[in-house]
């Protein structure tokens, strides 16, 4: 098991898929110098705390598993990434903020098992998303049996603000508690 990476790790310029899951890192930053790195597997690691700064430098990334860490939160600039798959499953996040919108290449998305109360509507608007995995979550806004439809009726619930007829009110009171 491999408890840290070496800063040298950043020498390592082309790099495009790392797969490093099934560790004890708790910290990535050396990795966000490899500029030409495509995939990124660190799940099953004790990562808690994301760098809040270098994703930038990661243009070529497409892939993230962050899964089965301890993640709380993302940093703002996560979201300025070119990814089109994102695995947050298995970690502590409770909030979603409504910068996830801001991946709009995102296709996969798994947020599945964390504290999740609220999606954020905006959400809904992300037509590119083929994949949202959002059960294991404590969320109030769904009832159970939303959470377990396809991805399109996830994003269809949440693009649902206010009804505009009787026949979407009702659909709409089916939908949600």
Not at 82 to 100: G, M
């Amino acid at each position: 098991m491999i408890p840290s990476l070496p800063n040298e790790i950043a020498f390592c310029e082309k790099i495009t898929e790392l797969y490093l899951s099934d560790n004890i890192l708790k910290d990535i930053s050396p990795v966000l110098a490899l500029r030409s790195l495509k995939i990124l597997d660190v799940r099953i690691n004790q990562i808690s705390v994301l760098p809040p700064e270098g994703w930038n430098n990661l243009v070529n990334l497409q892939e993230v598993r962050l899964g089965r860490n301890a993640i709380t939160t993302l940093p703002l600039q996560f979201f300025s990434l070119p990814i089109f798959f994102l695995d947050l499953s298995a970690n502590k996040i409770e909030d979603l903020p409504v910068e996830v919108t801001s991946l709009t290449s995102l296709t996969s998305l798994d947020l599945s098992n964390n504290s999740i109360m609220i999606l954020p509507p905006q959400l809904g608007l992300m037509t590119q998303l083929r994949a949202l995995e959002i059960q294991g979550n404590i969320l109030k806004t769904f009832q159970p049996s939303v959470i377990q439809k396809s991805t399109l009726a996830l994003l269809k619930a949440l693009k649902i603000k206010k009804p505009k007829k009787t026949n979407e009110y009702e659909e709409r009171k089916q939908l949600f508690f």
